[in-house]
């Protein structure tokens, strides 16, 4: 693993900031986001909402599946989660798991009767989804085979059907209607990888919504350390319990992509596409004949996992990641470097970073610190900590790009504050350069925090001897 910045390591196997004077010259950064648009003004009246009156919701989650192989761990977790969610805003839930396709058609004919001329009726469905022929099918527990040897018969026949659920609510005659598939699973999470749900068009008055991008994988939770919730799952209901009533359904979809992404390090991206017409909120609608009405701010993506998720998961999802990128840079062959290129092209920040590494490394390609600083800028530029302390300690050593403590100051600190344990100790090693004395305490205090990386994750190397070189005691040694 990659130990962090110490003035006691070896040359080459750390990375480390020079005492010698300060560089001049300025490192290109960019935004990140465009500042938002002023709304334009105008003289049309804006129609006013009405209050949703009859609000519906099916909530079903699949795991217990019949063969071992297709077998879940969080859906039933997340479908109680979701309706929980739901019936804070006093929407009447049906929650159902563990169902059978034909329990599943049933369940769905009986949810569109029951919701016969509704406001606004919402299916949400976790478990196992594939799509062939650009249909995507939904299937029940009793699933004879692994998703990933499913055939065109078996899904047309075995399956329930997004297209079959969409008509279902459309002859309901319900105004508003929104389908959420937190589906599409990866053999080591959720289904199988080659089983990704395609792009759905949308018909009138209608919103669905799916867990990931089109043709991509889901994950199925955050790990041993974290909820027993799909990223999906967990960041929908911790949006929706905090969503302003006004706050169009759009926006609050817009925002879960937002926080999905980032949490899952744009492994995850999710994606929505939406017919409605008018204003709905999921309290309110505005006239259904005019056209759509924007209301509230767009999602925003912040730096790293929203702060709901626990400062010490976030800090072990960092290290996680960190342990990802070293060892990707390190068990390197033409095919892993071939898909770390065609993920870091689809917007990988592990992968860019990862790519990164390795042309700084130049163990496996040609030494390229400017190439290294491309791939880590790129990541960086998304908010992605790792790769912002790599770029920072490039800064600080001059490779790659223009020698500026500022500029690495200003990058660690970012990172620190995003979670990232290896920027909180470089940003102390490098304050010591900059001419401030140490602080035992505070040194004590990150280096206590650095040696508590997940159980599995190898300790950070190097921590005691930084503490010594710079005259302080390691904590817990006399």
């Known amino acids: 693993m990659k130990t962090p910045f110490s003035p006691a390591a070896a040359p080459l196997t750390r990375r480390r900031l020079l005492a010698a004077l300060l560089g001049a010259g ?165 289904g199988a990888s080659a089983a990704g749900l395609v792009h759905t068009v949308p018909a009138g008055g209608e919103l669905i919504a799916f867990s990931t991008q089109p043709g991509a994988t889901a994950e199925d939770g955050f790990g041993s350390e974290g909820p027993r919730h799909s990223p999906y799952a967990y960041y929908f209901a911790q949006g929706l319990d905090a969503l302003a009533a006004a706050a169009p359904v759009e926006n609050f979809f817009k925002q879960l992509t937002g926080d999905v992404q980032v949490a899952t390090a744009y492994r995850q991206i999710p994606h929505y596409a939406s017919s409605l017409v008018g204003t709905v909120t999921f309290t309110t609608l505005a006239d259904g004949q005019t056209p759509a009405v924007p209301g509230g701010k767009g999602g925003q993506v912040g730096r790293g996992p929203s702060p709901t998720l626990g400062r010490d998961l976030i800090k072990a999802r960092m290290s996680a990641w960190e342990y990802e990128i070293e060892r990707g840079a390190q068990y390197l062959d033409e095919p892993r470097f071939a898909s770390l290129q065609a993920r870091a092209l689809a917007g990988d920040v592990v992968a860019m970073t990862t790519l990164g590494l390795i042309a700084e490394n130049g163990e496996h390609v040609q030494q390229d610190y400017k190439l290294a600083a491309h791939w880590y800028q790129r990541a960086a530029n998304q908010g992605f900590a790792p790769a912002q302390t790599y770029l920072g300690e490039l800064a600080g050593m001059g490779r790659g790009v223009p020698k500026n403590y500022n500029v690495a100051e200003r990058l660690f600190r970012d990172a620190a504050d995003a979670g990232h344990r290896r920027a909180a100790l470089d940003l102390l090693d490098l304050r010591v350069r900059m001419g401030e004395p140490p602080d035992p305490r505070e040194w004590a205090a990150v280096l206590n925090d650095a040696a508590r990386n997940p159980p599995g994750m190898p300790p950070l190397q190097g921590v005691p001897d930084m503490l010594r070189a710079l005259g302080v005691r390691p904590p817990g040694q006399p």
């Open 26 to 190: 300025l490192l290109p950064m960019h935004a990140g986001a465009l500042a938002a648009p002023t709304p334009a003004t105008d003289a049309t009246p804006v129609p006013a909402p009405v209050l949703s009156r009859r609000r519906y919701a099916l909530v079903i989650g699949n795991a217990r599946y019949a063969v071992p192989a297709n077998a879940l761990i969080n859906p039933v977790n997340d479908a109680r989660l979701i309706a929980q969610t739901l019936r804070k805003r006093d929407i009447d839930v049906t929650l159902l798991t563990d169902l059978t396709t034909t329990q599943m058609e049933a369940a769905v004919d009986a949810f569109a009767a029951r919701a016969q001329d509704a406001d606004l009726a919402l299916v949400y469905f976790a478990g196992h989804a594939v799509a062939v022929d650009d249909v995507n099918y939904l299937f029940g527990v009793e699933l004879p085979m692994a998703v990933g040897d499913v055939r065109i018969r078996t899904a047309q026949q075995g399956s329930l059907s997004l297209k079959r659920v969409s008509q279902a609510l459309r002859r309901a005659n319900i105004r508003a209607r929104l389908m959420v598939l937190d589906a599409c699973r990866t053999n080591l999470t959720r």
